[in-house]
């Protein structure tokens, strides 16, 4: 996107662009991508500004779910800092949160230190709650900084730097090496296999490494 074609295309879309509404208003940024089993894209995930979800006007606030899911259908324009909606603030408000929180078992012990952390209106996040992403569990969730491991050894290969998008079709993501390179390289979608809470894992053999592409963004 970026154009008035309406397209989205690869060069423009990047982690951390300013999100807007239709309205004109600064709503928060890209923090990750939802792409779908067959990598094309379901949706984004925007993290509020502290303004528009009122943080300000609490910093106290406890358990505030301040990121979101944008389906695609809702994305008007993407340039490389800049994200637009067809959406209204008031409507962008209504989208569901991205994370939820659910509730698990603790320890007796566990369950005395919350007490304590709510009494003194600590934000530490209780041990009976856990967080849970609001995603279908095929879709990959890719995130700037997001650690990237070899699938059959754990080995990180390092960490996400930006996404790469033909279309509404990932191909590829920017890899920042974990000391095998200087410089950024293109990890093509083939060798992405599956993700966590905690890291994207890839397929590939490690000789394979240094035949990567190197990633040289457009001025």
């Known amino acids: 996107m970026g154009d008035s074609s309406g397209a989205l295309k690869?060069?423009?879309f990047h982690l951390g662009a300013a999100v807007f509404s239709n309205d004109g208003k600064e709503i928060g940024e890209l923090?990750?991508?939802?792409?779908e089993s067959d990598f094309k894209l379901a949706g984004i995930v925007v993290k509020e500004s502290r303004g528009f979800s009122?943080?300000?006007l609490s910093p106290d606030s406890m358990?505030?779910?301040d990121e979101f899911i944008v389906p695609r259908s809702a994305i008007k324009s993407v340039s490389r800092d800049r994200l637009d909606l067809t959406l209204g603030s008031a409507d962008a408000r209504k989208l569901s949160p991205y994370l939820s929180w659910r509730r698990k078992d603790e320890t007796v012990t566990e369950g005395l230190e919350d007490e304590v952390a709510v009494l003194a209106a600590s934000p530490t996040l209780p041990h009976w709650l856990e967080q849970v992403a609001n995603k279908p569990p095929d879709d990959l969730e890719i995130d700037g900084g997001e650690n990237v491991m070899l699938a059959?050894?754990?080995k990180k290969l390092g960490t996400v730097k930006d996404v790469l998008f033909d279309g509404d079709e990932l191909v590829g993501i920017v890899?920042?090496?974990?000391g095998l390179?200087?410089?950024d390289v293109i990890l093509p979608r083939r060798f992405l296999e599956r993700s966590d809470d905690a890291a994207l894992f890839a397929q590939i053999d490690e000789q394979d490494l240094e035949h990567l592409?190197?990633?040289k963004p457009k001025d």
């Open 10 to 12: 690869a060069a423009d």
């Open 31 to 35: 923090v990750h991508v939802l792409v």
């Open 54 to 56: 009122g943080r300000l």
């Open 63 to 65: 358990l505030v779910a």
């Open 152 to 154: 059959h050894t754990g």
């Open 175 to 178: 890899l920042r090496p974990e």
């Open 181 to 183: 390179f200087k410089g």
């Open 213 to 215: 592409e190197p990633f």
